[in-house]
């Protein structure tokens, strides 16, 4: 062992020898001198499965172990429930020689372990968001005692907080915490898919990003294999259901990716991920219809998505880690580090939106030592037709996958996005503060949530302006003191059972089966009485719907529809559709790519060459233009106000803006208007009929919303680039 494994507590050693490592990885060593002996706030980067977790605690645990104290010293938040269990069993183990006590807090834990630790706190605390949350509604009186002594904050995950609702959520909660509890904790964060760490340090220390130091460990990158297979669905396919055994005719589509993965995936442990509910769905469908039909003693094939009942969501995660051969389909609910075992292969059905995505997934193959990963990447474009759009020709699905590889392979990532007010979050949590206080100062609230806190963005007249549509909408009130308080309308929402979560929630009811819950389903997409429905790979019948209770009973049933799901769309970065263009100007092959897909690629690249897009970014014809701006999705966002500012038609897809019977003039003089800046923000923000995005958008002024808009989803800047781009030739 390393003069690292020497700075150790002598208990926290013995825990190392007693589990038979060998040696410490070089990320360990770097971190164990860090955390000993310096007092800077860190991120961990490394590969998945490169001991991110050891590397934090083997120090932290050390400390612990030296210098005891009655409160809870170490506070781990995790975005995921399963992975706090997961991370639990492994903690536990290397504390117990120690004699620190470890504790959950989230959803699933008993109020008997919950009561114990607010008697009896100490070593450390694993938990997620909205479970702190929770402690800072309930348990407000305890926060001082529990956390009295808190020494580190540990971030698993980090980048799946880089400002989104969550993060900017947590990143509140952990100011409140200082706050609340007089403490002033180091903060590390984990992680193995953060490309700039500017924003990652300005996450764990807003007011002194350079104090965040950066551990990364290159050498645990892992062999790579990927295949590409292309596919085409034909028109109505997905109508289709199973195929006959007698046909001559070789599947295509979904049900040929179905019987790809059959051949390939029927052994040892997988995961294949789909960008959607539905498709997970409908796969796994068209694998259990195959699985009957070809009379296989078992199904190796499970279901692991969101809308899955949590007992369903558990089995199939007992399965996967039991060493049997079984594959999920699944969404990105086992994208995070949940230790699944020895995943062999990563099947990938559509390319991901973004290439952070993709990594994540990659990471959870080959985890154990010497072992490549996998990755197997489906294409599902739609064939090619008399009515298919030119976006449609180029085959978008096959050359974003091209791209993300590409991309990948130069190890870039998408920088988080930094330009969000979160003023939905900010009335959660000027809510959240007045139900733990009692009552407050205005001043003590701005101090509280944006001087000292996470929405510093939001200044004080923006501020006072959430404060006064609070109380317009009587969340909150005013006394004659100057404290504010909590209306009645604002106390029943902080009462609501969701109310924890800074993120938006449906209204959903529970799929049963004889008492047995299946899942759920958002009251939008459930079919009517008598009707069918696919869920958890099944078959079903409604047979009654329950309004009362959220309930709706179903039957087995040979009968199907498509499933309804809302999601499953993402917004491409800038960087990705530039790759795409290039992927289709180059003339180079790409070992991955199947037959099928360098076939398709040919034909994309002919299309590409004979619309001239290499030269011309625009298409005329005779139903109107075709503007391709290469600029990603913020820009053609943009670009679709500007026409409808200017009375246009026009429909967009990923790739362009297709504006429908205009004369070539026309166009020609609003793309000059663009670029000349004559579309103002205060006017393309007029043209939006609804700004509410976030969960308590509907309390926050339409001033401010309108702000928002323009700062997050708009890129003017970005659409006048566009514009003024030189035509080729």
């Known amino acids: 062992m390393s003069a690292a494994f020497a700075k150790l507590h002598s208990k926290i050693q013995e825990a190392i020898w007693n589990q038979q490592w060998d040696e410490l990885r070089p990320l360990q060593v770097d971190a164990i001198q860090a955390v000993l002996d310096s007092n800077d706030h860190l991120i961990l980067a490394s590969a998945t499965a490169s001991g991110k977790t050891e590397a934090a605690f ?81 348990h407000d009186r305890y926060l001082r005692r529990i956390y009295a002594h808190l020494q580190f904050v540990v971030i698993d995950e980090l980048h799946s907080f880089l400002d989104n609702v969550r993060g900017i959520h947590l990143r509140s909660l952990l100011a409140r915490l200082n706050i609340a509890a007089a403490v002033n904790p180091r903060r590390l964060g984990l992680s193995a898919t953060i490309g700039d760490f500017a924003p990652a340090q300005a996450f764990l220390c807003a007011d002194a990003p350079c104090a965040v130091r950066v551990l990364q460990d ?36 979904l049900a040929a990716i179905a019987e790809d993965i059959a051949q390939r995936f029927r052994t040892e442990s997988n995961l294949i991920f789909c960008n959607s509910r539905r498709q997970t769905e409908l796969l796994a469908d068209k694998l259990r219809v195959l699985v009957e039909r070809e009379h296989w003693p078992r199904n190796p094939f499970l279901l692991h998505h969101g809308s899955l009942s949590r007992e369903l969501r558990e089995d199939a995660e007992r399965e996967l880690k039991s060493g049997q051969p079984v594959t999920a389909i699944c969404t990105s609910t086992l994208e995070m580090g949940i230790d699944l075992g020895a995943v062999r292969a990563i099947g990938q059905v559509g390319p991901t939106w973004s290439v952070t995505s ?43 996958a091209i791209a993300l590889l590409e991309l990948h392979r130069e190890h870039w990532l998408e920088p988080p996005e930094s330009d969000r007010f979160h003023f939905s979050t900010c009335v959660h949590q000027v809510l959240s503060v007045l139900r733990q206080t009692g009552g407050a100062l205005a001043a003590h609230l701005h101090d509280v949530l944006c001087r000292r806190g996470a929405f510093q963005r939001i200044d004080q007249g923006q501020f006072e302006n959430l404060l006064h549509g609070l109380a317009e909408k009587e969340l909150i009130e005013q006394m004659q003191t100057g404290e504010i308080i909590l209306a009645p309308t604002g106390e029943r929402i902080v009462e609501s059972r969701d109310f924890y979560a800074a993120f938006a929630s449906r209204i959903e009811y529970r799929i049963e089966h004889d008492g047995q819950p299946i899942g759920v389903l958002s009251q939008d997409n459930i079919p009517a009485e008598g009707e069918f429905l696919l869920l958890a790979g099944r078959r079903w019948r409604v047979n009654l719907i329950d309004h009362g209770s959220k309930r709706v009973s179903v039957s087995p049933a040979k009968g199907w529809k498509q499933p309804q799901f809302t999601g499953g769309i993402g917004a491409l970065h800038p960087v990705i559709t530039q790759r795409m263009k290039r992927v289709l100007i180059d003339e180079s092959g790409y070992p991955f790519l199947n037959i099928a897909a360098t076939q398709l690629l040919a034909e994309a690249r002919q299309v590409f060459v004979r619309a001239d897009l290499n030269a011309h970014d625009a298409v005329i014809s ?43 003039a026309d166009f020609v003089g609003h793309r000059a208007r663009i670029a000349s800046g004559a579309f103002t923000a205060d006017q393309l923000m007029m043209l939006v009929p609804d700004l509410q995005r976030d969960r308590f958008d509907e309390y926050v002024p339409e001033a401010l919303l309108r702000q928002a808009f323009v700062a997050e989803a708009l890129d003017l800047p970005g659409a006048q680039m566009a514009a003024a781009a030189p035509e080729k030739g």
């Open 218 to 253: 290159s050498s645990q990158q892992k062999e790579l294999r990927v295949g590409v297979k292309a596919h085409v669905e034909l028109p109505e396919a997905g109508e289709s259901d199973e195929r006959d055994p007698t046909s001559s005719s070789a599947p295509a589509g």
């Open 58 to 138: 083997l120090p932290i645990l050390s400390q612990l172990a030296a210098e005891p104290a009655d409160s809870v010293q170490a506070l781990y938040v995790s975005p995921l429930k399963a992975l706090i269990n997961d991370q639990f069993r492994r903690l536990e183990d290397l504390c117990a020689y120690a004699q620190i006590p470890v504790h959950r807090w989230h959803g699933d834990v008993s109020a008997t372990d919950k009561q114990r630790l607010r008697k009896r706190p100490g070593g450390v605390l694993l938990i997620t968001p909205e479970s702190l949350e929770s402690q800072f509604i309930n």
């Open 622 to 664: 005779l139903n109107g233009v075709e503007w391709f701006p290469w600029h990603g999705s913020r820009v053609l966002l943009t670009l679709e106000l500007c026409a409808k500012a200017d009375g246009l038609k026009t429909d967009r897809d990923d790739l362009s803006i297709r504006y429908q019977k205009l004369a070539v």
């Open 358 to 400: 993709l990594v994540q997934r990659l990471g959870r193959s080959g985890r154990r030592e010497g072992e490549p990963q996998i990755l197997r990447l489906y294409t599902l474009d739609d064939a090619v037709t008399e009515h298919s759009s030119l976006t449609d020709r180029l085959f978008p699905e096959l050359i974003r």
